[in-house]
């Protein structure tokens, strides 16, 4: 009797973790790209409650980061954007106007996918910018650092 309890609490223990990973694998095939992405009135969407996520233009200290200086026109920018987020595996170009550039990121494990957006604002001589996760509560910091990265590398690109 013992031995079948101890054999049920051991399938039980195998499958929890096991029902997680189908879940979350289910929850990255079935996100689909949000719909308030974009350039709005000057200003990209405002990050969720969530601390996935960051943006130049947030006002809590949860989701700020600091605006990137534009350097040249904001043609220029983008197309500097383009260079260094193309060094990164894992981006993919989506959308590219003279002011405006949407790359997502797919994670390796999970397949799941942030959405970065810049806006090179040439009247305030800033490049605001917006990472976000499509889904779940914590990246963990991920988007955060993959900003500070691709801030650094920017502003390589202009010295």
Known sequence: ????RKKFVLKIALAIPLI???TLAIMSFSARQPDNLGVHDGHLAVCPSSPNAVSS??????HKMEPIPLAGSATEA????QQV???????????????YLHAEFTSTFFRFVDDVE??????????HFRSAS????????????RM????????RTVK
């Open 57 to 62: 233009e947030a006002t809590d200290s949860q």
């Open 118 to 127: 810049f806006y090179a604002n040439e009247s305030e001589q800033l490049i």
């Open 20 to 22: 997680g990973v189908i």
């Open 85 to 99: 987020i193309s060094k990164f595996s894992n981006a993919k170009m989506v959308t590219s106007t003279p002011d």
């Open 134 to 145: 499509r889904v779940g509560h914590s990246d963990f910091g991920a988007n955060r650092k």
């Open 78 to 81: 983008i197309s500097r954007l």
């Open 148 to 155: 500070e990265k691709i801030t650094a590398a920017y502003a």
């Open 1 to 4: 009797m013992a031995t079948r």
